[in-house]
């Protein structure tokens, strides 16, 4: 409203063009230079690459995206299509213990950590290394330490555990939770670092005042501390959430997908499709479902986090 | 030895019973609820450590000491045979020259990447604080929100641009990738930091007419040393640890370390050398983990940065 009476206020004496143009572009320049990246990274390619995607997966590409539209039959292909719809049920089934178990260990062990102990740092720097590594690393050590004859396995057995059993990267039915092992210990640390964070910025004056009622400490660590939180909390979810969504390195190193298709994942689906197997259309299809469950994940965060704010 | 550990043990005793109640009452260390938590501490410790452990023993293990199955064993010699070979002669499949044009490739992908994502942001961030245009907030939330977009779902759009652009499977190609995806995260640290510095000094310094480039050189940087060394932490580890952006956009003569050692241990023919196996694993995880016991708080403020809100 404040623009069109400054229009109309120009527009009474001098033409209004260069005033305008002059806003646009001119005024305030170097910052617009600046910012030029930024916008166009979003523009081209969080804006203009998500709807390229969206719109040729409703195309039949195959090695190049020229194909006509054919409505959603990728997706018809994607959902009768075995490999996917087991990638699909191993990241929820992954996706779910490893959000509960990194939040819950996360959470232990900060509590722990915030309980005015002795070589808090060591801990902390012991917890935290494996954040540094890559996926790569983490998968490969793994996988050596799970090596059903040389690793843990094989270790115990020749020291006198004969039933000693720990093949779950061999065994279809326990891959995932040998994916898990090595998620945890890579994550954990850092979402009780987050995690810490919080407990830190919780009033001292709470923790009087519970301990003056009487309040035992685990319950005011449930109920008063853990809702106090919720900003903390909320941010790990995002994070450790849209980490889980994107899992593909830490499979390619640890099983690569084996034994068969047992443990293979979205995000190695879409890549295989379109890079390995010459079908764009299918993968694109593929990386869209992934896109709309980040959203799924993202909304009620954003709705959460931001819909309050409107009123500012 | 033992004997000094029992005689310096006893003085400190001594004092505990003869200096009579002074002071407040001094908490035993040995309560069931201290020995419940080291004891848990300990334990997951352990299992942080285990890794780190067998990666080390086993680099160092010769083959048959290996196929004697105890991972938990000392090697019996400091022996570093396994890691000249993954340095020098270990397979990738289809050469076998080892580790180390991957880790060449990977600093080549790694110096300027980080130095154009760094500047970038930073030189965005100190617009979005004190320059601000219209509109800038809102591009600002969309980079904010567009860095949880899955890669790849913007993978084969840009496979395609970058063919446009002719780099498609060159270095420039990775450090556009890694520019464009470390902006959200870096943009939000410096816009943070900017953001949390005093208005006055810059208003002096317009006052004073110096323009956008000259505060940015001569006032911002000279005070934003550390979020710099953040920064970098940041960037260094996480283009170094990437394999997805190195696999698709480098091309075959660019293949960063992470790339290289997964097709040494997981596309090698014949016998596994466990040993040059975990050797190069090491190898490849010596940079990150060098910069995290040097920079120690540091690569915690840069990893707490992606929880700080905006």
């Not at chain 1, 213990?97 to 002795?118: E, H, N, P, W």
Request: aromatic share 14%.
């Amino acid at each position: 409203m404040a623009d069109t009476a400054v229009q109309l206020e120009q527009g009474a004496g001098k033409s209004s063009r260069p005033n305008l143009l002059n806003r646009i572009f001119l005024h305030n320049l170097p910052a617009k230079i600046a910012a030029t990246p930024m916008v166009a990274t979003v523009l081209i390619v969080f804006i203009g690459c998500t709807i390229w995607t969206i719109y040729y997966s409703f195309t039949n590409s195959r090695l190049l995206p020229t194909g006509q539209f054919v409505g959603f039959a990728q997706y018809e292909r994607l959902f009768s299509n075995n490999r996917w719809n087991i990638s699909v049920t191993n990241l929820i089934s992954y996706g779910v213990m490893s959000l509960f178990l990194t939040l819950g260990l996360g959470f232990l062990l900060a509590v722990l950590m915030d309980q005015k102990i002795r070589f808090e740092s060591a801990f902390r720097t012991i917890m935290l290394y494996p954040f540094a590594l890559s996926f790569i690393v983490t998968g490969l050590v793994w996988q050596w330490i799970m090596n059903p004859t040389l690793g843990l396995q094989g270790t115990m057995r020749n020291l006198g555990w004969e039933n000693f059993t720990f093949d779950w990267i061999s065994n279809p039915r326990m891959v995932l939770f040998a994916l898990l092992i090595a998620g945890l210990w890579q994550g954990v640390g850092f979402c009780m670092i987050l995690m810490l964070a919080g407990l830190r910025g919780v009033d001292e004056e709470i923790w009087k005042a519970s301990r003056v009622d009487g309040i035992p400490t685990w319950r005011t660590y449930v109920s008063i501390v853990l809702p106090m939180m919720r900003g903390v909390l909320v941010t790990a979810v995002v994070l450790i959430g849209s980490g889980i969504v994107r899992l593909y390195d830490l499979v390619v190193a640890l099983t690569n997908g084996g034994p068969g298709i047992s443990s293979e994942v979205p995000a190695k689906y879409v890549y295989n499709y379109m890079f390995g197997g010459g079908n764009i259309g299918q993968g694109l299809a593929a990386a869209t479902m992934m896109l709309l469950t980040v959203l799924i994940i993202m909304v009620p965060w954003a709705y959460l986090e931001f819909g309050g704010k409107g009123r500012r | 030895m033992s004997q000094t550990a029992t005689m310096s043990g006893t003085p400190a005793a001594v004092p505990v019973d003869t200096a009579g109640p002074r002071g407040p009452k001094p908490k035993p260390f040995f309560t069931p609820k201290k020995i419940i938590i080291y004891t848990t501490l300990v334990f997951f410790s352990l299992y942080f450590l285990f890794p780190l452990y067998v990666m080390i023993v086993t680099s160092m293990k010769t083959m048959p000491e290996i196929r004697f199955g105890n991972i938990f064993s000392l090697p019996s010699a400091f022996n570093f045979d396994a890691w000249g070979r993954a340095w020098t002669s270990a397979c990738t499949g289809l050469t076998c020259n080892g580790l180390s044009p991957g880790f060449w490739n990977s600093v080549k992908i790694t110096i300027p990447s980080t130095i154009v994502s760094i500047f970038i942001a930073a030189v965005n961030g100190y617009a979005l604080v004190n320059w601000r245009f219209k509109g800038s907030e809102i591009f600002f939330a969309i980079l904010i929100f567009g860095s949880f977009i899955p890669y790849q779902v913007m993978l084969y759009p840009l496979v395609m641009i970058t063919r446009e652009l002719g780099i498609f499977g060159t270095l420039p190609a990775v450090i556009l990738i890694h520019t464009i995806f470390g902006m959200p995260i870096l943009t939000l640290l410096f816009r943070n930091y900017f953001a949390s510095l005093p208005q006055e000094l810059f208003k002096a310094a317009r006052v004073d007419g110096a323009g956008f480039w000259r505060i940015f050189f001569e006032i911002m940087l000279p005070m934003s040393l550390p979020i710099f060394v953040v920064a970098l932490i940041l960037q260094v580890t996480g283009i170094w640890n990437d394999f997805l952006f190195g696999v698709v956009f480098a091309g075959t003569q660019n293949l960063p370390m992470t790339v290289q050692l997964n097709n040494i241990v997981n596309s090698a023919q014949g016998t596994p050398e466990y040993n040059v196996n975990m050797a190069a694993t090491v190898l490849t995880g010596l940079v990150p983990l060098i910069i995290y016991f040097v920079s120690g708080k540091l690569f915690v403020r840069g990893v707490a940065a992606g929880a700080v809100k905006g």
